[in-house]
């Protein structure tokens, strides 16, 4: 018989996309490639040794689990992936061995030991990184400024008003080795968004939350305000809010992971604005000044009740129609 | 009587690995060595003590009041350890804090009442609960070893350093919560895979 007039007898999904798991995070590896180099740039050298430690770590050790797992080591790009985004949200003064072990943590710990891609409940990445927070907070906390590595604090902790707005956008503060600079995780968040690869509406209603809570909730509360420039006071302490921490990295590039986030649309809206309220409420009366990783984590915790309640619209029924059957 | 009842608790049905009993006490004080042998010392006091008692009495109990009865009798054993416990290490007792008398409520003991002692031969219960206990130890010192070695860095036990410092920044994580959590797990995992239990 010749090929093509076979009658293929396969399991559902029948109709496949060219879009394979490899060029999804092929793309997202692209889509960070701007808040890499402005890392590296910014923190010079030691940023670079370790974001490769933690990528060789990662996948190492994904390579290690899924041979005592029984199954067949796939180089599909999710494990380097997991070491980037770890590496990205790591201070750059670490030693070495830190971004190894939180790499290794994660992808053994955080989703290996939930049954590999696919299976996981958190952001291995995250994981990884609330690990080592939890485990070394003093070698987790040590800041410096780019370009002279000065010792100091970030500017989260230090309050509003401590550093220019707009050196938080192009990244020129201390902070972790990728998310410092908002506007290269822009860049690769706006080229992954064009491409349809991650959807909008989780960074910007996370953000959104973020910046729409703090006009209330910071130092100026507009609900104080009683000229132009107290108002001006509160849409900048906003927007400091916005562009500080880790919560463009988080929203571009954590909370829009398949795995971990809801599947429908008014579920991802729900988790982001979940996420974004947490974020305040941890920065604004929590014992932490940055709340990005934890939101994410506890929003990952509810993605299956949020699946739960909010199921995608079954083909061929009506719209508007929750439960589907 | 037979020495399997005895043999059986330490490693086959071990109270925490196999039975998932006890294991408010196994998360709670295991961030050191110390701790687990106190635990570990308290609740055999009361596991076998109070099986003994148990199987000698089951033919008075009337069926109806039969938990209430064995929880008379374990809480009154508590109360005895904790007393001692309080005059002689009083350290050690701080160190267990509420978990001493909470040893009254510990499942693995009211398991082994009810499931065991209350309808098995006196001899046997005394072996069961004695090999329950040299289980639950057992189980307590592995995990707060390995808890204490990556936590601390190191294993103190009453003042002596058994194991010297071999982590110079440990990993506070393991003496958290979280940390009794993973050690567990793990360590169950590995069993189940090599199929020890």
Redesign the interface.
Same mark, same amino acid.
């Given at each position: 018989m010749k090929e093509g007039t076979k009658l293929v007898v396969s399991p559902s999904p029948h109709v496949k996309d060219a879009i394979s798991v490899r060029g999804i995070m092929s793309a997202v590896i692209v889509a960070l490639i701007p808040a890499t180099v402005s890392g590296i740039y910014l923190f010079g050298l030691h940023a670079l040794a370790v974001i490769i430690a933690s990528i060789l770590s990662a996948v190492g050790t994904e390579f290690v689990a899924l041979k005592l797992m029984g199954r067949k080591f796939v180089m599909d790009g999710s494990a380097v992936l997991t070491g980037l985004l770890l590496a990205l949200c790591l201070p750059p003064t670490v030693p070495l061995w830190m971004p190894i072990?939180g790499a290794a943590f994660g992808i053994a710990?955080g989703k290996c030991?939930f049954g590999g891609l696919g299976h996981n409940i958190f952001n291995p990445a995250l994981v990884g990184r609330v690990?080592l927070a +939890?485990?070394?907070?003093a +070698?987790m906390t040590r800041w410096v400024t780019p370009f002279d590595a000065v010792s100091t604090a970030t500017p989260l902790a230090k309050g509003f008003g401590s550093v220019p707005i707009f050196d938080l956008f192009v990244g020129n503060v201390a902070g972790c080795i990728g998310e410092t600079s908002a506007l290269a995780i822009l860049i690769g968040g706006a080229f992954l968004i064009a491409m349809r690869y991650i959807d909008w509406r989780v960074p910007l209603f996370y953000i959104g939350t973020v910046g729409f809570l703090m006009l209330f909730l910071g130092q100026n509360s507009i609900l104080d305000a009683s000229d132009l420039d107290s108002l001006v006071e509160v849409g900048k302490e906003s927007l400091f809010h916005m562009f500080a921490g880790g919560l463009f990295l988080g929203a571009f590039f954590m909370a829009t992971d398949y795995v971990t986030t809801p599947m429908t649309k008014l579920g991802r809206i729900i988790f982001a604005v979940g996420a974004g309220i947490l974020v305040v409420a941890i920065r604004t009366v929590g014992g932490y000044p940055e709340g990005v990783a934890f939101s994410i984590l506890i929003m990952n915790g509810f993605t299956p009740l949020i699946d739960r309640v909010i199921k995608p619209r079954v083909y061929g029924t009506k719209r508007g129609f929750v439960g589907g059957g | 009587m037979r020495i399997q009842e005895f043999t059986k608790g330490i490693i086959k049905r071990n109270a925490v690995f196999s039975l998932a009993l006890g294991l408010c006490p196994t998360l709670a004080v295991t961030i050191m060595v110390e701790n687990a042998l106190g635990m570990a010392f308290a609740v055999t006091f009361v596991l076998v003590l109070s099986n003994l008692i148990v199987s000698v009495i089951k033919g008075f109990v009337p069926p109806d009041v039969r938990i209430p009865c064995f929880i008379v009798v374990i809480a009154s054993l508590v109360t005895v350890i904790e007393f001692i416990m309080r005059a002689y290490s009083p350290t050690l007792a701080e160190h267990l804090g509420i978990f001493l008398p909470l040893i009254t409520v510990n499942c693995l003991i009211l398991g082994r009442a009810e499931a065991f002692a209350s309808r098995r031969p006196v001899a046997d219960s005394i072996l069961d609960s004695l090999g329950m206990s040299v289980g639950f130890g057992l189980a307590l010192i592995m995990v707060s070893a390995i808890r204490e070695l990556l936590g601390s860095g190191k294993i103190v036990i009453f003042g002596h350093e058994i194991v010297p410092t071999v982590l110079s920044? *440990?990993?506070? $994580?393991?003496t958290?919560a *979280?940390g009794a959590f993973?050690t567990i797990?793990i360590l169950l $995992?590995i069993m189940r895979r090599f199929r020890v239990i």
């Open positions: 072990v710990i030991a690990f +939890l485990s070394w907070p +070698l | 920044s *440990p990993a506070v $994580a393991m958290l *979280p993973l797990g $995992a």
